[in-house]
């Protein structure tokens, strides 16, 4: 959809948010129906938002509408999440290839740095963080397969480095970067649905977090992997991670720690089906979130926000895990900052736990056509935890006479090769 289209910009300047909204559905082939399954309205009230022109509108359903047609905020006179992220970060963007490329060089000549003057170990270890945090970033905005090499080299680099400290307290300082680097590596991994590779990376990033003696970078490299396990339905082995996390965590830890470990926790439960306990950790998740300073940057080894949207979030996921669909309407207002992130392969995967839950309530077209965006979003960044998810959602479904939507999403998963 071409977002800057003159009928598209006339309709937003005169306040017609219907117009933009029919214009978009439109073009993205979704008729009135589905978008109502999508929001939970049905198709005449699609219609009368559509029809309202200048008028006043329903901000939760025209974020809703604006969340699944992926419409722009400012277009429909709603506050644009991604744009503060984008405004941030758009030197990455704009320099995302030459910075990959010269990267990869770099860590792959390590031999280069005796040509100038060796920097301090502190000096060595901040360079190297940086560099990963620049990874971490450009993750929302690259397929991993692009990032995977550079990544592993700027890890090879990094081990290197430590290896060849001169005391504990550098190679100390150096495994931490090193742990980070490595966790990065398993999270790319994972989504390139390279199961064997994410679990031995995330392994690596714990051994050298133990290395680094740093408390909390060892639980949230634990909380990590625990995240992992809870994903692939090992619940015990995730409870049992999150447990050992805390068990790291000091009194005066951050309170971003405590939230983050209890929606990790949150979904260990989901995975073992038990929703009582999923629902206590993910208000002790709401607490913690509460307590965490709105002024306060992420402590390293977290380089985003932690925020209540991301918290509901979670509830969307583990309401889906659990086939509880109230669930998954009751957070999804509260989760439009995530549903609506710059972070596409994230919101892809939030897309196809509503898509789960419109599919529990008998949203057939709703929950094929939530899919079939995810799928494309998949097949743009080449992610095959995204593709292996859309195939699960499939699996869920069964019919002898499929309809229309089930066919036309098949026939699009059924010719995917990564």
């Given amino acids: 959809m071409n977002w800057s289209a003159q009928a598209i910009r006339d309709a937003s300047r005169r306040g017609d948010f219907g117009r933009v909204v029919s214009l978009a559905r439109r073009a993205a082939e979704v008729s009135q129906r589905q978008l109502g399954d999508a929001c939970g309205i049905s198709q005449s009230a699609v219609s009368r ?175 990590s992997l625990a995240g992992f396990e809870a994903d692939a339905g090992n619940a015990a082995e995730s409870l049992s991670l999150v447990h050992r996390a805390r068990r790291h965590l000091s009194e005066d830890a951050p309170a971003i720690a405590s939230a983050w470990l209890s929606t990790v926790e949150a979904q260990a439960h989901a995975a073992s089906g038990n929703a009582t306990a999923a629902d206590t950790a993910l208000l002790q998740a709401t607490r913690s979130t509460d307590a965490i300073p709105d002024d306060q940057r992420p402590p390293w080894p977290w380089v985003f926000t932690f925020t209540h949207s991301k918290v509901a979030a979670t509830r969307l996921t583990c309401g889906a895990r659990l086939s509880l669909p109230q669930w998954v309407t009751a957070s999804q207002d509260a989760a439009v900052a995530a549903l609506t992130s ?41 992610s095959g935890r995204i593709i292996e998810r859309s195939r699960g959602l499939r699996r869920s479904y069964a019919s002898p006479t499929p309809p229309k939507v089930v066919r036309d999403f098949d026939d699009r998963l059924h010719g995917i090769y990564l």
């Fill in 49 to 223: 938002l559509e029809g309202r022109g200048a008028a006043s509108y329903d901000m939760t359903i025209l974020s809703r509408a604006a969340t699944h047609l992926h419409i722009p905020p400012r277009l429909v006179g709603l506050a644009d999440h991604a744009a503060a992220h984008a405004a941030k970060n758009g030197q990455h963007d704009v320099h995302r290839r030459n910075f990959l490329a010269g990267t990869a060089a770099i860590a792959a000549t390590p031999a280069l740095t005796a040509l100038r003057p060796a920097p301090t170990d502190a000096g060595q270890a901040a360079t190297l963080r940086m560099a990963t945090t620049a990874f971490r970033r450009l993750d929302g905005t690259t397929p991993s397969r692009h990032l995977s090499e550079p990544v592993l080299a700027h890890l090879r680099l990094t081990q290197t480095i430590t290896g060849e400290a001169e005391n504990p307290e550098q190679r100390a300082r150096l495994a931490a970067v090193g742990s980070e680097a490595a966790s990065l590596a398993g999270w790319l991994a994972w989504d390139m649905n390279d199961i064997g590779s994410a679990r031995t990376w995330y392994g690596a990033a714990i051994k050298a977090a133990r290395t680094s003696g740093d408390r909390l970078l060892l639980a949230y490299q634990l909380g």
């Fill in 342 to 382: 710059s972070h596409e392969k994230q919101r892809a995967l939030l897309t196809l736990d509503l898509a789960a839950a419109h599919l529990t309530s008998g949203r057939l077209d709703g929950a094929f056509a939530l899919a079939t965006r995810a799928l494309e979003t998949g097949l743009r960044y080449r």
